[in-house]
């Protein structure tokens, strides 16, 4: 089998629609597991929000843009990371948001394969950087955020 | 219509959610898959030859190029170096078309190759884990057998790019008789979105497909494919 992918073309639209219906609706996650269970559940509301979502012409979030999130995210999932706010943005578009009192982390999901990632550190240095499908860099970013993050906690306690 | 004249008949199925390979944290255990199914999506349409031993697939985020043996064991393969010109021409087909939509060119962000080799054990001489160097099953009678291993692919300035996924299941044919099933696919992000660079993946998958088959299977085993082909 020779496949290839692309985007863009072809949104999904909500007319026409002879694949699935309300009733078949449903998530699929393969073991009980809290943080994936409310990441996947977000994304699903972002893809179903209506165009104009935001008083203008903003469109849903893009299915492949989701899917791609997904499978970004689970490729951060260290151990006490916490569930990262999903924002939509206005081009199909969306960010993931890590902010703690020591820094802040944002990946700015264009499309699947473009990714603007931003962190802020607990010295109020900005590192800025683009990147595809390798998020090796940002494992260290939220290593260094939930650690130090973690650290201020117990300083506070 | 395109594709028409070689693939007339034409048949609808559910569409193939996305799947994109991504690197961050090491793997440490099974690749647990989920995903949502909740978005209205086109279906997927099947665009197969007359013989029906090719197929192109076609929906809104996918082109596919499928070559099958089928149920005629006289049905040979056509080899790589033709499907591989035939899906090259079949993109370059559906980039005109979308362009004179959308005057934009097909921006491409994933790639698959994937081959499905049917192994019978049917009067087979040696034991299932024998065809195998990565298994030591001898004397092992299992019920059904079910194998999956992933390897990275790394790019020119070594990161990753992509997976080759390892599959070996057991399972019977249409006669009840016993086989495994070992598929081996690459998939991976294309150097750039070009159509260029994704026949690039495709090939350099291809190779390291058939580099890994060379390598997973036994001596013995390659001796009796010697004696059969």
């Known amino acids: 089998m020779i496949t290839a992918f692309s985007e863009g073309f072809f949104s999904p639209r909500r007319t026409n629609v002879t694949s699935l219906d309300a009733s078949r609706s449903h998530v699929l996650v393969a073991e009980h597991d809290p943080w994936s269970e409310t990441v996947v559940r977000r994304l699903d509301d972002l893809v179903h929000l209506p165009i104009g979502w ?99 906690e117990a300083t506070a306690a | ?102 005057t934009q060119d097909l921006r491409i962000n994933q790639c698959e190759i994937t081959y499905t080799n049917q192994i019978s054990l049917k009067g087979s001489q040696i034991y299932p884990s024998q065809w195998f160097r990565i298994m030591g099953l001898d004397d092992f009678n299992v019920e059904n057998m079910s194998l999956t291993f992933t390897k990275l692919i790394h790019g020119s300035d070594n990161s990753p790019t992509g997976r080759l996924i390892c599959e070996v299941n057991s399972q019977l044919d249409s006669v009840g008789a016993p086989l495994l099933v070992v598929q081996l696919s690459a998939r991976g992000a294309p150097r750039s979105t070009s159509i260029a660079d994704a026949l690039d993946f495709l090939c350099i998958g291809r190779d390291l497909i058939v580099k890994m088959f060379a390598e997973i299977t036994s001596k013995a085993a390659h001796a009796v494919w010697e004696r059969t082909q």
């Open chain 2, 1 to 102: 219509m395109l594709y028409q004249d070689q693939f007339p008949i034409v048949e609808e199925r559910q569409p193939i959610p996305p799947a994109f390979e991504t690197f961050g944290l090491p793997q440490r255990g099974p690749r647990v898959e989920f995903g949502f199914v909740s978005c209205a999506l086109h279906n997927r349409f099947l665009f197969l030859s007359r013989e029906k031993d090719q197929l192109i697939q076609f929906q809104s985020d996918r082109l596919l190029h499928n070559w099958r043996k089928g149920l005629n064991t006289e049905n040979e393969y056509p080899r790589f170096e033709s499907l591989i010109k035939d899906f090259e021409a079949e993109l370059y087909l559906l980039n005109e078309y979308m362009k004179n939509l959308n």
């Open chain 1, 54 to 152: 935001d008083g203008y012409a903003a469109r849903p979030v893009q299915f492949s843009t989701a899917y791609f999130t997904l499978s970004m995210l689970t490729q951060l999932k260290i151990p006490g990371c916490e569930v990262p706010q999903l924002v939509p943005g206005v081009n199909g578009d969306l960010q993931a948001e890590w902010h703690t009192e020591s820094g802040s982390i944002e990946l700015h999901v264009l499309a699947p394969n473009r990714v603007e990632a931003w962190y802020l550190d607990h010295d109020q240095q900005v590192k800025e950087v683009a990147l595809t499908n390798d998020f090796t860099l940002v494992v260290g970013w939220l290593e260094s955020l939930m650690g130090n993050g973690r650290a201020a």
